[in-house]
């Protein structure tokens, strides 16, 4: 009988991990969208034309009185949004973590970015600070929801089952954002026959990402569980939040391993998150690529990520997760070594180096969000994807605004997109010198056999 209900309870147990694991994924497939429809393919291009129509003779927008090149204000926007969401993450984080309820700070910032992201649907004519406002909002509503879903994983996936998790995770993401690019780009080729017009057409797809957004947040909000802490262990989570941020980052001081991750996180994914949000930018600006042929390309990227993430996945059971992830920056310097030499108005070419992203984009975020899930400290969990989250989107300005730099100064976007290699090759020699199997002795978790 002892064992018999031993059994019932390890299976009811799994069943219910296995139901929570399900309504983690549709998170991915709810708020992929925003990256995939808004930030990628339509708002970079139709922002700057919007800015461009309001910009004076010399090609300059003044908000706030600040001279800015009409063809950088989206890039420095990205830049604010996720200075904004480095002030808040770790508050947020430290927060969900003394007093367990994550699940109604992931509601909260997930609907505020759905509702800034619906909200580009007034952006027309030359409102381009609005655009830029909705656009910080939404972005850094984001990054600090991303941080609160990443935080999940090590209590929903045990050591040997994080990899295969996080992956599906991503690849729930990338089919969303295929099936609804799908959508989008027979709206936007077709415009015409809809009776809209063609602005008209990239407002609508802008809204309906926020729309789609906040509708499947609704079903992790129902399956995700939060974890209680003891009675009379949350007095902690009413400190100030500057004490709270600043004890975050002592406590992180004593794990200078699970730090070195960061750091080549921080640096290799930076150039991830530039490449994915103005590779837009770079295909209407520098090649003269139609929105068209950008969203076919987008989709390419979305549909071959779906297959780059397990793939990746199943690489890293026989290579492990390191190695797999080292392989894949050694990729990423290659396109876009490739990138700057691709010519003027050949889509096919932009295609080529398309799919060359999505065979690795998925697959390289995927591994290491689960590979620095075994490097934080058991209770921390939503404290250090804070940090994470920082590497992930939130210290993410860097990339943007090295791209704006150059472009302002050098009037090149080839001379930008180059200048993103230095994040993938130094992030390579960082993360190459981290002992990851040490750092995760360190952090207190079980070592998996293949890491």
């Not at 990054?143 to 729930?172: H, K, T």
């Not at 809809?194 to 797809?205: H, K, N, P, Q, T």
């Not at 700057?340 to 070419?349: D, E, H, K, R």
């Not at 250090?384 to 210290?395: Q, V």
Request: with cysteine.
């Amino acid at each position: 009988m002892g064992t018999d209900t031993v059994r019932t309870d390890a299976a009811d147990e799994a069943a219910g991990r296995r139901r929570e694991q399900r309504g983690w994924y549709f998170y991915d497939w709810a708020c992929s969208v925003y990256s995939t429809s808004v930030l990628t393919v339509f708002l970079g291009p139709y922002l700057t034309e919007v800015a461009k129509s309001a910009a004076d003779t010399d090609g300059y927008v003044h908000p706030l009185g600040i001279p800015v090149r009409a063809g950088s204000f989206f890039a420095y926007s990205v830049s604010l949004s996720v200075i904004l969401a480095v002030v808040i993450m770790p508050l947020v984080g430290a927060a969900a973590d003394r007093t367990g309820r994550k699940k109604p700070l992931l509601g909260a910032a997930a609907y505020v970015g759905a509702a800034a992201t619906a909200g580009l649907f007034f952006l027309d004519g030359d409102r381009y600070f609005l655009g830029g406002v909705l656009l910080i909002v939404a972005n850094a509503a984001q990054s600090v929801a991303m941080m609160l879903y990443n935080s999940y994983l090590p209590q929903i996936a045990p050591p040997e089952e994080r990899d295969a998790v996080s992956s599906r995770g991503w690849a729930f993401g990338y089919a969303a954002g295929s099936l609804v690019l799908v959508a989008n780009l027979i709206l936007f080729t077709a415009h015409d026959t809809f009776g809209v017009s063609e602005g008209m057409a990239v407002r609508i797809c802008l809204a309906s990402a926020g729309l789609w957004w906040g509708a499947f947040t609704l079903i992790p909000l129902r399956r995700l569980r939060d974890r209680r802490i003891p009675a009379g262990e949350t007095g902690e989570a009413t400190a100030p939040g500057l004490r709270r941020l600043a004890a975050t980052v002592r406590d992180m001081r004593r794990h200078p391993l699970t730090l070195g991750f960061l750091l080549a996180y921080l640096v290799y994914n930076d150039g991830i998150q530039t490449v994915i949000s103005q590779a837009s930018v770079y295909g209407s600006e520098e090649l003269d690529l139609e929105q068209s042929t950008l969203i076919v390309a987008v989709l390419l990227v979305q549909i071959l990520a779906v297959g780059g993430a397990l793939g990746m996945g199943r690489l890293s059971r026989r290579y492990g997760a390191k190695r797999t992830i080292l392989g894949s920056l050694v990729a990423w310097t290659l396109i876009l070594a490739a990138g700057y030499f691709l010519p003027a108005g050949a889509p096919v070419w932009f295609f080529v180096l398309a799919s060359g992203i999505g065979l690795v984009l998925g697959g390289s975020q995927a591994l290491s969000r689960s590979l620095f899930s075994h490097l934080v400290p058991p209770g921390k969990e939503a404290e250090y994807f804070s940090a994470y989250e920082m590497s992930d989107r939130g210290m993410s300005w860097l990339g943007p605004l090295l791209f704006g730099l150059t472009y302002q100064l050098t009037g090149s976007y080839r001379d930008a997109i180059i200048s993103l290699v230095v994040f993938f090759v130094l992030g390579f020699a960082l993360l190459a010198r981290v002992p990851v199997r040490r750092a995760i002795s360190d952090a207190g978790n079980p070592v998996p056999d293949r890491i």
